[in-house]
T-cell receptor, first 114, second 111 residues
Framework: KAGVTQTPRYLIKTRGQQVTLSCSPI?????VSWYQQTPGQGLQFLFE???????NKGNFPGRFSGRQFSNSRSEMNVSTLELGDSALYLC?????????????FGPGTRLTVL | KNEVEQSPQNLTAQEGEFITINCSYS?????LHWLQQHPGGGIVSLFM???GKKKHGRLIATINIQEKHSSLHITASHPRDSAVYIC?????????????FGGGTRVLVKP
């Protein structure tokens, strides 16, 4: 089975721009979670989508949004980029529906905001 | 105070030594995960626990729900075990797969 894939792997943007990151989960997985990792804050939960619905949301401003398609692929969007948005963005998929399940992480997208 | 605390933050061991990483949490959880992150960023899930003990190869994870504490042990450590180990919990009050993370333990195993 192919693992979780994320595109692009690296991205450089300037302040004020917007960016869209993509995540393709393991085939059959319906849950996709997004995380931000920075040296200062560590790993933080952004949001989770399950069957095209946002099931959980972390404490991030409204500039961070996401969606999930019927094939379970997910995108996250960050609008009006700030320098502090520079981070590694990771997605993880899980096959579990209600209860917490093992999560399988993608390689991440490293975003640099100049 | 963080909901998930790990110790130590950094650990250096000689090849072959027994390594223990600790994770304490202050909230009700439905599951605890141990993750491994190598340089370059990729994260691998090592264990998901809700009770007791799990073993995979040279890795052992234990959890004590009453004491809100978990440990990850690496037996006969090897340089390839050098990585950051991260404890993460699924809060009982949160549905689905939302995880709250500890700060990580950076492990260096010298040959």
């Amino acid at each position: 089975k192919a693992g979780v894939t994320q595109t692009p792997r690296y991205l450089i943007k300037t302040r004020g721009q917007q960016v869209t990151l993509s995540c393709s989960p393991i085939s059959g997985h319906r849950s996709v979670s997004w995380y931000q990792q920075t040296p200062g804050q560590g790993l933080q939960f952004l949001f989770e989508y399950f069957s095209e619905t946002q099931r959980n949301k972390g404490n991030f401003p409204g500039r961070f949004s996401g969606r999930q398609f019927s094939n379970s692929r997910s995108e996250m969007n960050v609008s009006t980029l700030e320098l502090g948005d520079s981070a590694l963005y990771l997605c993880a998929s899980s096959g579990a529906s209600g209860v917490p399940g093992e999560q399988f992480f993608g390689p991440g997208t490293r975003l640099t905001v100049l | 105070k963080n909901e998930v605390e790990q110790s130590p933050q950094n650990l250096t061991a000689q090849e072959g030594e027994f390594i223990t990483i600790n994770c304490s949490y202050s909230v009700g959880i439905s599951a605890l995960h141990w993750l491994q992150q190598h340089p370059g960023g990729g994260i691998v899930s090592l264990f998901m626990l809700s009770s007791g003990k799990k073993k995979h190869g040279r890795l052992i994870a234990t959890i004590n729900i009453q004491e809100k504490h978990s440990s990850l042990h690496i037996t006969a450590s090897h340089p390839r075990d050098s990585a950051v180990y991260i404890c993460a919990v699924a809060l009982i009050k949160a549905a689905g797969n939302k995880l709250t993370f500890g700060g990580g333990t950076r492990v260096l195993v010298k040959p």
